[in-house]
């Protein structure tokens, strides 16, 4: 059984910072990419940021030079470092990483429960 732990959501002023985490915990063999989402009311889910299991990374545009995405691989954790936050980062945040709970088992996507990150104005 894979499970992914995030924590770190909240309310925060427009211009603040959250930083977010999500751990993997269970029976891992490895973890691939990694990546968080955002789904805000009446929208539909978005990628906010992704890491490779090689540390490359890529963001939505909204975010680019705000967020920062990193790992630790050694502790099959990630993390979103939420920096210049605005009204509209407002959303639910989800995690998700493709495992591998064997050498010889198939790539699985596993997500998240979800952080509320609240940004007033």
């Known amino acids: 059984q894979v499970q992914l732990v995030e924590s770190g959501g909240g309310l925060v002023q427009a211009g603040g910072s959250l930083r977010l985490s999500c751990a993997a915990s269970?029976?891992?063999?490895?973890?691939?990419?990694m990546a968080w989402y955002r789904q805000a009311p009446g929208k539909q889910r978005e990628l906010v940021a992704a890491?490779?299991?090689?540390?490359?990374?890529n963001y939505a545009d909204s975010v680019k030079g705000r967020f920062t995405i990193s790992r630790t691989n050694a502790k099959n954790t990630f993390y979103l470092q939420m920096n210049s936050l605005k009204p509209e980062d407002t959303a639910v945040y989800y995690c998700?990483?493709?495992?591998?709970?064997?050498?010889?088992?198939?790539?699985?996507?596993?997500w998240g429960q979800g952080t509320q990150v609240t940004v007033s104005s």
């Open positions: 269970g029976s891992i063999f490895s973890v691939n990419g």
């Open positions: 890491i490779t299991s090689g540390g490359s990374t």
């Open positions: 998700n990483a493709d495992i591998k709970t064997t050498a010889w088992d198939t790539t699985t996507r596993y």
